[in-house]
């Protein structure tokens, strides 16, 4: 039996490992994919202490990419040798209510790949062929910049200044505001406030007062899952505005949004790591020292 090497937390709050495990062909509808990168994610990071449920042991990873090696029995899209992607959405039942209404990834019974089933921390990983989208590894502030941009919208992008203002403008933005010298909400309302706030900093103070930049019925898009926030429901309710959180798209919004990519000229920018440091990139990336994605390279 071959082996191949995967990095997991043992328990809850245990540093990862390396561990070698026995590789097994796919099952029916699932695909064995031949890794060559996984992104690093403060998901992750939650999910090696614990937030995530008690998932041990687990092998982390939804932002990996990869070739097809083996497929199972009944995979009718994939073939060996495709190019493939194994992002957060991994699974769905196709029946339930949610599914009925095309919402994959909110499913009543969604599979989540690394969280729910192994995912892309190895050297190899098995995963369910309609889950993954054509070429492609996440990473949020830094790419919503340019896909705002190249979608014509006006881009503000609030930071904490430094290196990462340039950076912004470099990327798209249009404007940008340095929360360390200026008061972010008085700038978005001089421009008659933002359509839209997409919030991506895992942090629930610079979350809490974004809903004072929107302009009426505007919308807050959460994407860090950061536990409880306060938010002013006077302007809330006043200005009809909308908090709204996003999981994770599904296979063909995934599909849709690389070839977006693709066709527009929209980088993905990454800090890589080897498998072996696998610890080390998720302190990284937990740190807050970490411009952009860190990636695992097998
Ligand atoms: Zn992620
Ligand atoms: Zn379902």
Not at 21 to 47: M, N, Y
Not at 102 to 127: R, T
Request: glycine residues 14%; proline residues 4%; neutral net charge.
């Amino acid at each position: 039996m071959l082996k191949y090497r995967s990095i997991l937390p043992l328990s809850k709050g245990t540093p990862i490992s390396i561990k070698q495990v026995e590789l097994k062909q796919p099952g029916p509808k699932r695909v064995l994919i031949k890794v060559l990168a996984c992104g690093v994610c403060h998901t992750d990071s939650f999910e090696q202490h614990g937030f995530l449920g008690d998932v041990f042991p687990r092998v982390p990873g939804h932002e990996l990419i990869g070739d097809i090696v083996a497929v199972g029995e009944g995979v009718t899209r994939l073939s060996i040798g495709d190019r493939v992607g194994g992002p957060w959405h991994g699974e769905h039942d196709g029946t339930c209510r949610q599914c009925m209404r095309s919402q994959f990834q909110i499913c009543d019974v969604k599979k989540v790949n690394g969280v729910s089933h192994d995912g892309g921390y190895a050297e190899y990983v098995l995963l369910q062929e309609e889950g993954h989208a054509q070429d492609g590894v996440g990473g949020l502030g830094h790419l919503a910049i340019q896909y705002a941009n190249k979608m014509g919208c006006h881009v503000v992008a609030i930071s904490s200044g430094g290196s990462k203002r340039d950076f912004a403008k470099q990327l798209g933005a249009h404007a940008d505001i340095d929360t360390r010298k200026e008061d972010a909400i008085a700038k978005l309302k001089e421009i008659g406030g933002a359509a839209l706030i997409v919030a991506t900093a895992p942090n629930p103070k610079a979350i809490s007062p974004l809903v004072g930049g929107l302009q009426a019925g505007g919308k807050l898009l959460v994407l860090a899952p950061v536990g409880p926030v306060e938010f002013d429901t006077g302007a809330l309710v006043s200005l009809g505005l909308s908090i709204h959180g996003w999981p994770s798209g599904h296979a063909l919004d995934w599909e849709e949004a690389i070839k977006f990519a693709q066709e527009h000229g929209v980088k993905c920018m990454v800090e890589t790591f080897s498998l072996d440091d696998a610890q080390k990139a998720l302190d990284h990336c937990t740190s807050g020292n970490l411009r952009f994605r860190a990636v695992l390279l097998m």
